[in-house]
């Protein structure tokens, strides 16, 4: 059970203006210093990024050059880093990324279920066409991995075993983003059978200010985070889908905020230097849901709310996002609005002891 001291209350449902349910959560705030600069709740919470560590884990592959030794374009390194939505265009360009690597399906181990995206699963049931591994919206991730396994002439048959040289690459490129050590990083297994990580906010934080802001990286480690910013904030729907929180703020901001959600009520965005104002830094954003956030009613609205109160987005993006959050209607049966969400938190300076 996640630590309640953790958490802080975050997003509130009212009905008829009473009441009705409570998000908790917890945010942090880093600069690429690694300096806390505000927050929510503890920055020491610990939780799994889940599909948010997939920018981390495409590092080892980017930074060894793969992308260019197998002529992998801009929009097939964001596919690597995805939670796709599975349709028609992200399997196309899944099936192109493999072929040019000389990888077939079967390779994939991430397992199969219908597509994220509804009218592409409700026409494959229509058709009584069954799912693939193409649809799994981690399959972009475990090609990348099995990229990089070819690339370096290690074995293809066990890629997703902790002691598999990709799995070993991607823990050390992870806990060096987030300044930890490999065995500070707790280990689980993710929902397509990879390796997950769990790590404390502050830290994880800390990774994605580094992703858009590099600076006092090693040149090759730094050149990859930079070609991982660009591929995904350039290429926002091969990274989630159509009207996905991820996909659309990145859509909005135009290259200035990189976002990618996890499971469970995850998340983490890397703000670009100079994104709020000239002169302003990169900062890196981790936050959970505590309850996992299984509708996803708190998340966006909650990360929209981040972003405002930073000063991160501007007037028009804001009013572009509104059906995202903040403030979030709640409608019935009948498209009547019987009630709303909106954020109950303000970020605070966090001062650590």
Same mark, same amino acid.
């Given at each position: 059970m996640p630590n309640q001291n953790d958490y =802080?209350? /975050?997003?509130?449902?009212?009905?008829?203006g009473t009441p009705e349910s409570l998000h908790y959560g917890a945010i942090a705030i880093v600069n690429a210093q690694g300096d806390l600069l505000a927050g929510v709740g503890s920055p020491d919470t610990v939780s799994f990024m889940r !599909? !948010? +560590? @997939?920018? *981390?884990? +495409? /590092?080892?592959? /980017?930074?060894?050059?793969? %992308? %260019? %030794? *197998?002529?992998?374009? @801009? @929009? #097939? /390194?964001a596919l690597i880093c995805a939670s796709h939505s599975g349709t028609r265009k992200h399997v196309r360009e899944l099936q192109k990324l493999l072929r040019k690597v000389g990888l077939q399906k079967t390779m994939l181990q991430c397992g199969v279920h219908y597509p994220f995206h509804a009218k592409s699963a409700e026409k494959m049931r229509a058709k009584n066409t069954e799912p693939s591994v193409y649809h799994h919206n981690c399959s972009g991730k475990h090609s990348g991995m099995l990229a990089f396994a070819r690339l370096r002439d290690w074995p293809l048959t066990h890629y997703l075993d902790a002691d %598999?040289?990709? #799995? +070993?690459a991607i823990l050390e490129a992870i806990a060096a983003m987030c300044d930890l050590r490999s065995t500070d990083i707790k280990i689980g297994i993710d929902g397509c059978s990879a390796p997950n990580f769990a790590a404390p906010l502050h830290n994880v934080a800390l990774g994605f =200010?580094?992703? !858009?802001?590099?600076?006092?990286l090693p040149k090759a480690r730094a050149k990859a985070c930079t070609t991982i910013f660009k591929a995904m904030t350039r290429y926002p729907r091969m990274v989630a889908g159509p009207k996905r929180f991820d996909s659309c703020l990145m859509r909005v901001t135009k290259g200035r905020i990189l976002a990618k959600s996890g499971a469970e009520g995850y998340l983490g965005m890397a703000v670009s230097p100079g994104a709020i104002e000239a002169g302003s830094p990169a900062m890196g954003i981790a936050m959970k849901i505590s309850d996992g956030? =299984? !509708?996803?009613? +708190?998340?966006?609205?909650?990360a929209l709310e981040v972003l405002k109160q930073l000063g991160a987005l501007k007037a028009e993006e804001v009013t572009d996002l509104q059906t995202l959050g903040p403030n979030r209607k709640v409608n019935n049966w009948r498209k009547r609005i019987v009630g709303e969400g909106h954020p109950v938190f303000s970020l605070q300076a966090v001062a650590r002891s």
């Amino acid at each position: 059970m996640p630590n309640q001291n953790d958490y =802080a209350p /975050i997003f509130e449902y009212t009905r008829g203006g009473t009441p009705e349910s409570l998000h908790y959560g917890a945010i942090a705030i880093v600069n690429a210093q690694g300096d806390l600069l505000a927050g929510v709740g503890s920055p020491d919470t610990v939780s799994f990024m889940r !599909s !948010s +560590a @997939k920018p *981390f884990q +495409a /590092i080892p592959f /980017i930074e060894q050059d793969g %992308h %260019h %030794h *197998f002529g992998l374009s @801009k @929009k #097939q /390194i964001a596919l690597i880093c995805a939670s796709h939505s599975g349709t028609r265009k992200h399997v196309r360009e899944l099936q192109k990324l493999l072929r040019k690597v000389g990888l077939q399906k079967t390779m994939l181990q991430c397992g199969v279920h219908y597509p994220f995206h509804a009218k592409s699963a409700e026409k494959m049931r229509a058709k009584n066409t069954e799912p693939s591994v193409y649809h799994h919206n981690c399959s972009g991730k475990h090609s990348g991995m099995l990229a990089f396994a070819r690339l370096r002439d290690w074995p293809l048959t066990h890629y997703l075993d902790a002691d %598999h040289p990709v #799995q +070993a690459a991607i823990l050390e490129a992870i806990a060096a983003m987030c300044d930890l050590r490999s065995t500070d990083i707790k280990i689980g297994i993710d929902g397509c059978s990879a390796p997950n990580f769990a790590a404390p906010l502050h830290n994880v934080a800390l990774g994605f =200010a580094r992703l !858009s802001d590099p600076t006092g990286l090693p040149k090759a480690r730094a050149k990859a985070c930079t070609t991982i910013f660009k591929a995904m904030t350039r290429y926002p729907r091969m990274v989630a889908g159509p009207k996905r929180f991820d996909s659309c703020l990145m859509r909005v901001t135009k290259g200035r905020i990189l976002a990618k959600s996890g499971a469970e009520g995850y998340l983490g965005m890397a703000v670009s230097p100079g994104a709020i104002e000239a002169g302003s830094p990169a900062m890196g954003i981790a936050m959970k849901i505590s309850d996992g956030d =299984a !509708s996803n009613r +708190a998340r966006g609205a909650v990360a929209l709310e981040v972003l405002k109160q930073l000063g991160a987005l501007k007037a028009e993006e804001v009013t572009d996002l509104q059906t995202l959050g903040p403030n979030r209607k709640v409608n019935n049966w009948r498209k009547r609005i019987v009630g709303e969400g909106h954020p109950v938190f303000s970020l605070q300076a966090v001062a650590r002891s």
